[in-house]
Each structure stands twice: as structure tokens, then as C-alpha cells.
């Protein structure tokens, strides 16, 4: 079945604990993306990959970091998270860029206290 | 950068009746896309509507653009309780394909 997929699915933590959602895809996908989504702000995006070994930012990038070692993984890292990074975080990926339609992963609910 | 804006923020309709939902956008796009999200799930996509396109179809949905008032629609026709959700346009601006960007969404809420 094609999909993605994103661990975990929920996450409470602690402000300074470094951590790693991680965000996997099966459909060789050369796109992949991150949002974070906040009541009343809708989706932003935070980085996104084009291709293997090829990151860029998004609009909300600060306190974020990615790495895309292979094309099925795109890790987010917040080294040291806090608070305002409370958030619902998605995962996305298409076949080549926001050209065409998005699969989005279940969703990372991440809570920092 | 918002730049899809829906239309209404919430709509509250019975089953059976059509729902139309309306995004505004601010800058030239390459095309304008429609999603649903059920209550905090992940995003489905609905239908990709090219800039060269004014309308399209998928089952019960039917998507227009007006590039000319930098506007699109989304009609669901014949609704059911299992369409409640909320609905997001996003655009693809970029020149090079790198990202979309969502509009705050409008909540469906269909009643039986």
C-alpha cells in the first residue's frame, strides 16, 4: 500500500531534549516536505527536499533541521525544542514537487513542556 | 506567506445539500489544489487544477478557477454526513515546483 508514514505519533517532551520524527515513504517519491500545522495559522511549511542529498527551507525553518540520506527518509530534528514548537507536524511527498498532488502522512502531535 | 484564503471559515449545511467553498489567491500559480483533512488526521488529496484549466470533476466534487480574479471553487455536491471536515486550497506559486502553500481551510460541518 502506498503511503507515508511518520513516528511517532505522539511526542510529549521536555524544552532542550533533543529529538527526531522520523518520515518514510514506499512510493519512491522524489519530493518530500514538512509542515507543522497551528490552530489558526493553517499549514507552514518548514523544509523540503527536491531530491536525495538536496534541503531547502520553508517558510517556518527556525529551530528546525532535516537531512535526506535516502530518498524513502526525511527526518525532522529539533535539536532543542521549545514550547512555540508545540504543534501538529506532517509529512508529505509527491512524485517531483508542489507541481503535483501531495500524500500526506497520519500526523506527529508534539507537545513541549 | 499566506496566500490561499478560503471562504467561509465554516459552513454548516444538512445532508443532501451542495457546500461550496471558495479560496482567493494573491499571486500567479502554476495550480491550485484541494485537500481534506478529517479532525486532526493527515491531508487527502482532492483534485489538481492547472492554470491553463477552469474547471474539473472528480465524483461529486467540481472545481473551478478564475485566474483573471485569482479565485477557485470547490462545490460538493449532494453531501453526506461523511464529507464533514475541513477543506483546504493550495497553491503552487513557486518557479521551480518547491512548495505549496495551504490557505486556512474552511470547516464543513454536514448534518443528518
Known amino acids: 500500500e502506498a503511503q507515508v508514514t511518520q513516528n511517532p505519533r505522539y511526542l510529549i517532551t521536555v524544552t532542550g531534549k533533543k529529538l527526531t520524527v522520523t518520515c518514510s515513504q514506499n512510493?519512491?517519491?522524489?519530493?518530500m516536505s514538512w509542515y507543522r500545522q497551528d490552530p489558526g495559522l493553517g499549514l507552514r511549511q518548514i523544509y523540503y527536499?527536491?531530491?536525495?542529498?538536496?534541503?531547502d527551507k520553508g517558510d517556518v525553518p527556525e529551530g528546525y533541521k532535516v537531512s535526506r540520506k535516502e530518498k524513502r527518509n526525511f527526518p525532522l530534528i529539533l535539536e532543542s525544542p521549545s514550547p512555540n514548537q508545540t504543534s501538529l507536524y506532517f509529512c508529505?511527498?509527491?512524485?517531483?514537487?508542489?507541481?503535483?498532488?501531495?500524500?500526506f502522512g497520519p500526523g506527529t502531535r508534539l507537545t513541549v513542556t | 506567506s499566506q496566500q490561499g484564503e478560503e471562504d467561509p471559515q465554516a459552513l454548516s449545511i444538512q445532508e443532501g445539500e451542495n457546500a461550496t467553498m471558495n479560496c482567493s489567491y494573491k499571486t500567479s500559480i502554476n495550480n491550485l489544489q484541494w485537500y481534506r483533512q478529517n479532525s486532526g488526521r493527515g491531508l487527502v488529496h482532492l483534485i489538481l487544477?492547472?492554470?491553463?484549466?477552469r474547471e474539473k470533476h472528480s465524483g461529486r466534487l467540481r472545481v473551478t478557477l478564475d485566474t483573471s480574479k485569482k479565485s477557485s471553487s470547490l462545490l460538493i455536491t449532494a453531501s453526506r454526513a461523511a464529507d464533514t471536515a475541513s477543506y483546504f486550497c493550495?497553491?503552487?506559486?513557486?518557479?521551480?515546483?518547491?512548495?505549496?502553500?495551504f490557505g486556512k481551510g474552511t470547516t464543513l460541518s454536514v448534518s443528518s
Open positions: 493550495a497553491t503552487d506559486a513557486s518557479q521551480a515546483g518547491t512548495a505549496l502553500i
Open positions: 527536499s527536491m531530491n536525495v542529498e538536496v534541503t
Open positions: 508529505a511527498s509527491s512524485f517531483a514537487g508542489s507541481v503535483y498532488e501531495q500524500y
Open positions: 487544477i492547472r492554470s491553463n484549466e
Open positions: 512510493m519512491n517519491h522524489e519530493y
